[in-house]
């Protein structure tokens, strides 16, 4: 799980596991420094990445960040795909074309650009967001997929357990 600092990446993991708290949440940007595993079912690790681009923080912890997840990216051959979350009021913002252009270097690494905080978006404007996003995607390849996600009204949990456990091969609704 990837994304700038307070797009709700935390709280996704949170409502993903159905553990409350499993993954802190702040209201205050960048609060997440460290790369946090979840071991899910004993099989597969769910992995909160500290956020990118812009935090309350001096440059150079910034900029260590930003090395920190770009690593992990590049360095872990195991890594199976990355949901990255975006604000729906204001996807592709430059740190996420950022890690965009850094993830084509792995073409083999699954993308799912997740659109939070959907709710806070009228029913065309969702429409609009969406088909922008979803001709980006395709422009990218078959391997990134799309969808728009409410953390707040939990809408959209059960289409992301989906993609992850296609990711996985595991039966839907896993």
């Known amino acids: 799980i990837v994304g700038r600092p307070n797009v709700g990446k935390s709280s996704l993991i949170n409502m ?12 205050t940007p960048g609060k997440t420094r460290l790369i946090n595993h979840f071991l899910i079912d004993n099989a597969w690790y769910l992995v909160d990445l500290p956020g990118y681009g812009y935090a309350k923080a001096a440059p150079e912890t910034r900029k260590n960040w930003e090395g920190l997840v770009g690593g992990y990216v590049q360095q872990r051959p195991q890594l199976m795909g990355m949901v990255l979350v975006m604000d729906a009021r204001r996807p592709f913002m430059p740190a996420d074309e950022f890690l965009l252009d850094f993830l084509s270097v792995r073409p083999d690494l699954k ?4 659109l939070n905080k959907a ?25 990134v997929s799309v969808q728009l996600f409410s953390g707040l009204k939990k809408e959209g949990v059960e289409q992301l357990q989906n993609v992850l456990c ?7 609704g896993s």
Do not use: I
């Open 111 to 114: 993308l799912h650009l997740l």
């Open 16 to 27: 993903l596991t159905g553990r409350q708290g499993l993954a802190k949440v702040s209201g």
């Open 119 to 143: 709710d806070q978006l009228k029913t065309m404007e969702k429409r609009q967001v969406l088909n922008a996003v979803k001709d980006r995607a395709l422009s990218m390849g078959d391997h």
């Open 166 to 172: 296609t990711w996985l091969n595991l039966p839907l």
